[in-house]
C-alpha cells in the first residue's frame, strides 16, 4: 500500500486548466482515468487527510504509485479524451457497465452492393445501420418477416447468394414474394438500395408518411380497375400496420428520445435504456455496474450516456435524452451530444406528463434488473461459500457461520416499536424461521434498549427450550411475550421451537447496537455466540469492545452477504411496522368484545353487509348469525353504545359526505409466516 504523499505533485506543477489525469500502480498499469474542469483543484482533493476520503477513493489512492495528465482546451475535449482512455486501458476504479447479455439488433448492411437484413450481435461495424437493441431475436425476425412483404429486401448470406445467382433460380423467399432477387437480376441494384432505404426510414420510425402513400397508391389502383395491385397494396398495408402493433404508442407527436433510468444500492447500479422512435419504444437494453469509485446519481448518468453514445453520430444520437438526474457540469456533456449528433441535443428530467410516466416504467425495469442481478448473485454456491468464508476471517470465527441471524428495529416517531429476526442458513433465507417482536419492556423510542430487550428475549426462550425436552405450552409463550404469527406450524400441532442457535448474530447499526447484543448474551452466560453489526453510513462492521470497524473490501461477497442479511431483516421489521400501525388505525369497538375473533368478525359484516348496518340490528338479529350466542349477542350492542359515534367520512375531492355501506374486512390479515411477539 502506497503512501499517497510519496507521489504527490508539487502544487505549482499541476496546471490550473481542464485536463484528465491518470493514476497509475507500482507496474504502471492505469487503474483510474477522471477529468477536470480544473486540475490543480481536483488533484488536490485525492492528497488530503485519508481519513476524510471515501473509502473507495481512499483505497484507489493508495493502491497508486503515480499520477499524470494531459491539458485540452475545453470540457468538451476532456469529456471525449476520458471517454477514449477509459475504453483504451480499462481502469480498475472506474465505472463500467456491463451488459447482462449480448443483445440482437436488427441490421441493414448498407455498405454492400446489394443490402441485407439480418439480425446481428457485438460491435457495430461502419456502414450498416442499427435498429434496436431488442430483447430477443425471435422478436426482431417476426418483424422482419412481416416487414418483408411491403420491403422484399435480401436477407440470404453471401454463400446463398451467389449459388442463386450461378444457376439462375432464386430462394424459396424469391418464389414467394418477399425478396425482390437481385440475385436473378429482377430488380437492379438501385431499385434494390431504394427497397432497403425504404426499409431503414420504416425502421427509424418515419412510417406514417410511408403507409398513407402506400394508401393513395391502393386508391389509384382500385379507381383504374387494378383490382389485383390494390389487394397487393391493402396486404402490404397490413403486414405493416401489423408491425407497427408490436411497439405501443407511448410518446405522442412521434417523439424521437432515449429515456435512461437507474437503480442503485451502496456497491452497485443498474441502467435501464428505452429507445423511443416514432413516439414508439423501439429497443430495450440495460446494464449493471459495481461502484468502484464513489458517484453520485448525476456521475452514473454521465457514464451511461459515454457509453451510449461514445462511438455513435447522426441520428443514432436522438433529439432528446430523459435522464434521472443531470451529469454536473451539464454544458460539455450536452455540447459534447450536440457535436456528435450534428444538431441540437435536449438533455433534461422529465417533470411531468407522458415523459414522466413512461421514465418511471423505465426505472421499474432497472429496479427489477437490479434485483434479479442480486438473485443470481446470492443463488450461486460457490460464491455463497466463499462469503461465509470471508465472513469467518474477517471476524475471526473457529468456522463458517452457516446460520445467521440478523435483527432490526422499526418503529414511527416513537411507536408501534417493533423489532424483526430474520435467519440466513447457508447463506439463503429460511423464511419460515422469521420472528417478529412488540416491545414491551418500557415506552417510547430507544434503538439501544429495545435491541438489548429483543435479543435478551429470544436468547432466553433459546436456553428454556435447550433445558426442556418438551416444547413450550402456548401459556409459556405467552408469558414470554412469544405468540405464533401463524397458529401451530408443525405437522404435529406444536408451536416451532427457538432451539436451534446461531453462529453469527448480526445487528441493524453500529457499536451503540452491537455493545447492547452483547450485552444481553453476556448476562445470559452464552459466551459461543459471535456479534456484529453493520453500519448502513460507510458499510461498516463492528465488533464488540473494538473502537475501530472490520472494513470489508467493496469486491468482498461476504460484505454482500452481510448487506443482504441486514435489507432483508429491515424490510421485514418495516412490513411488520406498517401492518401494526395500520391496524391500530382500524381497530374498532368489535376489538374489545371477549371471545370474539377475526374469523366471527368477518362472519358478522359479511351477514350484515356492512359495520353500520350492524350497528344498528337486534339482539336478536345478532344472534341469528350462525355461531353468535346471546351472551355474545349482548356484549356486542354494549361495545357498540359505549363507542363513540364514528366521524362520517368525507370525499375530498367534493365534499361530500359518505355513507358507510361498503363491506368491511374486519381486520387485515397477517402475514403467514414468521412469529409476532
Request: proline content about 5%.
Amino acid at each position: 500500500m502506497a503512501d499517497p504523499s510519496s507521489y504527490r505533485p508539487k502544487p505549482g506543477q499541476i496546471p490550473d486548466a481542464p485536463g484528465v489525469y491518470k493514476f497509475r500502480d507500482e507496474h504502471r498499469r492505469v487503474i483510474y482515468v477522471g477529468k477536470a474542469k480544473s486540475l490543480r483543484q481536483r488533484l488536490a482533493n485525492y492528497f488530503q487527510d485519508l481519513a476524510n476520503l471515501h473509502p473507495r477513493t481512499r483505497t484507489m489512492v493508495t493502491t497508486a504509485a503515480s499520477v499524470e495528465w494531459t491539458v485540452v482546451t475545453t470540457e468538451v475535449e476532456a469529456l471525449q479524451l476520458e471517454y477514449s482512455w477509459i475504453k483504451e486501458f480499462d481502469p480498475r476504479f472506474n465505472v463500467k457497465y456491463r451488459d447482462d447479455k449480448s443483445y440482437p439488433y436488427l441490421a441493414v448492411t448498407m455498405n454492400e452492393q446489394f443490402p441485407r437484413v439480418q439480425v446481428m450481435r457485438g460491435q457495430k461495424k461502419k456502414g450498416v445501420r442499427y435498429f434496436g437493441p431488442y430483447g430477443h431475436a425471435w422478436a426482431i425476425r417476426d418483424t422482419v418477416d412481416l416487414l418483408l412483404r411491403a420491403f422484399p429486401v435480401r436477407t440470404c448470406s453471401a454463400g446463398v447468394f451467389k449459388n442463386a445467382a450461378r444457376t439462375g433460380r432464386p430462394c424459396l423467399l424469391g418464389y414467394i414474394g418477399k425478396c425482390s432477387a437481385p440475385c436473378v437480376e429482377r430488380v437492379t441494384p438501385e431499385e434494390h438500395r431504394e427497397l432497403a432505404e425504404d426499409f431503414c426510414d420504416f425502421m427509424a420510425g418515419r412510417t406514417g408518411t410511408y403507409i398513407r402513400r402506400l394508401e393513395r397508391q391502393m386508391a389509384d389502383a382500385a379507381e383504374e380497375m387494378e383490382y389485383e395491385r390494390a389487394a397487393r397494396l391493402r396486404d402490404d398495408i397490413e403486414a405493416l400496420k401489423k408491425a407497427m402493433e408490436k411497439s405501443a404508442v407511448v410518446l405522442a407527436d412521434a417523439t424521437d428520445a432515449d429515456l435512461i433510468a437507474l437503480a442503485e444500492d451502496e456497491l452497485e447500479a443498474a441502467v435501464q435504456i428505452f429507445h423511443v422512435r416514432g413516439g414508439r419504444v423501439r429497443g430495450q437494453r440495460g446494464w449493471v455496474t459495481d461502484k468502484v469509485e464513489a458517484v453520485t446519481s448525476g456521475d452514473l448518468v454521465e457514464h451511461a450516456l459515454q457509453q451510449l453514445y461514445g462511438e455513435e453520430s447522426g441520428d443514432a444520437v436522438p433529439k432528446e435524452v430523459l435522464v434521472p438526474a443531470l451529469p454536473d457540469p451539464l454544458e460539455p456533456v450536452q455540447e459534447w451530444l450536440t457535436e456528435r449528433r450534428g444538431a441540437n441535443v435536449s438533455l433534461r428530467v422529465p417533470q411531468r406528463g407522458d415523459k414522466k410516466a413512461l421514465m418511471e416504467t423505465v426505472a421499474r425495469n432497472a429496479q427489477q434488473s437490479l434485483v434479479l442481478h442480486k438473485t443470481k448473485r446470492a443463488s450461486d454456491l460457490t460464491t455463497r461459500s466463499r462469503a461465509l468464508e470471508e465472513i469467518a476471517a474477517a471476524l475471526e470465527l473457529d468456522g463458517a457461520p452457516l446460520r445467521i441471524e440478523c435483527y432490526d428495529i422499526s418503529h414511527l416517531q416513537g411507536d408501534d416499536v417493533v423489532a424483526s429476526m430474520v435467519v440466513f442458513e447457508d447463506g439463503l433465507a429460511r423464511k419460515s424461521e422469521y420472528r417478529r417482536f412488540q416491545i414491551k419492556g418500557f415506552e417510547g423510542q430507544d434503538d439501544v434498549r429495545s435491541m438489548h430487550e429483543v435479543i435478551t428475549r429470544r436468547f432466553k426462550r433459546y436456553l428454556a427450550d435447550k433445558e426442556k425436552t418438551g416444547e413450550w405450552s402456548p401459556e409459556d409463550a405467552e408469558e414470554s411475550g412469544e405468540v405464533q404469527g401463524n397458529g401451530l406450524t408443525e405437522e404435529d400441532g406444536r408451536p416451532k421451537r427457538f432451539a436451534y442457535p446461531p453462529q453469527l448474530v448480526v445487528v441493524d447499526g453500529g457499536q451503540p447496537q452491537v455493545a447492547a447484543a452483547q450485552k444481553a448474551l453476556d448476562e445470559l452466560g452464552i459466551d459461543d455466540i459471535a456479534v456484529c453489526g453493520l453500519a448502513k453510513r460507510l458499510e461498516e462492521v463492528w465488533v464488540p469492545g473494538d473502537d475501530d470497524p472490520v472494513i470489508l473490501p467493496r469486491t468482498s461477497e461476504g460484505l454482500y452477504l452481510l448487506q443482504r442479511v441486514r435489507d432483508e431483516a429491515h424490510r421485514f421489521a418495516i412490513t411488520y411496522q406498517r401492518a401494526k400501525r395500520a391496524k391500530r388505525f382500524r381497530s374498532g369497538p368489535l376489538d374489545d368484545v371477549p371471545g370474539l375473533g377475526d374469523a366471527r368478525k368477518q362472519t358478522l359484516i359479511k351477514h350484515f353487509g356492512s359495520v353500520k348496518k350492524l350497528r344498528s340490528a337486534t339482539i336478536d338479529q345478532i344472534c341469528e348469525v350462525p355461531g353468535i350466542g346471546r351472551k355474545t349477542a349482548e356484549a356486542i350492542v354494549v361495545a357498540f353504545e359505549r363507542a363513540a359515534p364514528a366521524a362520517p367520512a368525507v370525499n375530498t375531492a367534493t365534499g361530500e359526505i359518505m355513507e358507510e355501506e361498503e363491506p368491511v374486512t374486519a381486520g387485515a390479515s397477517e402475514e403467514r409466516r414468521g412469529q409476532e411477539t
